[in-house]
């Protein structure tokens, strides 16, 4: 695996202050864009990472995989609840751990299926910023959180969805993976690792979607007939080798405390993790999802609980919100926040 195949992006603290209009300007120049990271300025953000400080109780899943032919299906056990102390001390007990970049890649592909299945403490709500540490006086004096940067329109949902309008804990230790998958109802993700070993991703261009949903139907065609949007299930990967075989182009990239990754809609994209780390992750939408993606986007309907954020109903909100900001101007809410 390469460093980083995708665009990188180094705002000043400023542009971070503004993290949502900052996203949107990179889609604008670069409307094929699939994923992109963004490096934060150094010292922007100074905290001490004292897992003894943090109070967490985590639920685990052993990550299960089988397959053949570089297509591997993921099985999740749930574990036990267990405090971050306890999961953290178990996961830097790994004796396969190794820095080289693709002996990292090849020894997880390797891996899959055979040994000890890695565990993955996922889907935690909450956030590790607590807007204290920042050098960023301006950002600083506020309390800097991802909610407040993005000024994202799902924010005005009033009901709590979980990772779509807050913020998510994932505690990752070595080999644990999330698996290829485009966001819920196509939204964006951004993804910030706090602390700990990299974490590395695969993603495809959007123009490449169906490319990638004819190959896995290749090789999971039973799941299609149970659900269309098995693939939004998390539970399918596909490794390097195979995409290349295919034909199928992707982007690389090895994300490092301090640095964000941000997905963009239809992207397919998986990863994993190289030791014990923490990342903080949500989704957000945009005036162009809005306008373009949102009413286009198919989901699961199998699983309970499936994500379903009503675009009429969120145009409305937007609208209402921007009446407010304008004093009851009634401008076009939409059309405004995006230029």
Same mark, same amino acid.
């Given at each position: ?89 178990? #996961? ?6 190794? $820095?080289? %970049?693709?002996? +990292?890649?090849? !020894? /997880?592909?390797?891996? =899959? ?107 999971? #065609? ?6 269309? $949007?098995? %693939?939004?299930? +998390?539970?399918? !990967? /596909?490794?390097?080798? =195979? ?97």
């Amino acid at each position: 695996m390469s460093e980083t195949t995708c665009m990188v992006f180094f705002p000043n603290c400023d542009e971070l202050d503004k993290l949502g209009a900052y996203i949107q300007k990179i889609e604008q120049d670069n409307p094929n864009i699939g994923i992109c990271k963004i490096v934060s300025p150094q010292m922007w953000y100074q905290r001490e990472y004292n897992l003894e400080n943090i109070e967490l109780n985590v639920d685990p899943s052993q990550q299960v995989t089988s397959g053949i032919s570089g297509a591997y299906n993921v099985t999740y056990l749930e574990e036990k609840k267990v405090s971050l102390q306890k999961f953290a001390a178990d #996961a830097m007990t790994t004796n396969e751990y190794t $820095e080289n %970049l693709k002996d +990292k890649e090849s !020894l /997880f592909w390797r891996s =899959l299926g055979k040994g000890v299945s890695p565990y993955y403490a996922a889907d935690i709500e909450g956030s590790l910023f607590t807007g204290q540490e920042h050098n960023n006086t301006k950002a600083g004096k506020r309390g800097w959180t991802m909610d407040g940067a993005l000024s994202d329109m799902l924010r005005l949902i009033p009901n709590r969805v979980p990772g779509v309008n807050t913020t998510m804990l994932y505690i990752g230790t070595w080999k644990a993976m999330f698996a290829f998958h485009v966001e819920d109802q196509d939204l964006y993700s951004i993804n910030y690792l706090h602390t700990g070993a990299p974490k590395s991703w695969y993603s495809i261009q959007p123009s490449d979607r169906n490319r990638l949903e004819s190959l896995a139907e290749g090789y999971f #065609a039973n799941e299609l007939r149970t659900c269309k $949007e098995y %693939l939004r299930h +998390k539970t399918k !990967l /596909f490794s390097p080798k =195979l995409l290349q075989s295919c034909g199928l182009s992707y982007d690389t990239v090895v994300q490092r405390p301090g640095e964000f990754v941000v997905t963009f809609p239809g992207a397919y994209h998986a990863g994993f993790n190289h030791n014990f780390n923490i990342a903080e992750a949500t989704n957000f939408a945009t005036p162009r999802w809005l306008q373009t993606v949102a009413r286009k986007a198919k989901r699961c309907v199998c699983r309970p609980h499936s994500v379903f954020v009503d675009p009429d109903e969120l145009e409305h909100l937007v609208r209402l919100e921007q009446q407010r900001l304008e004093g009851g101007s009634g401008a076009n809410a939409v059309e405004s926040s995006s230029s």
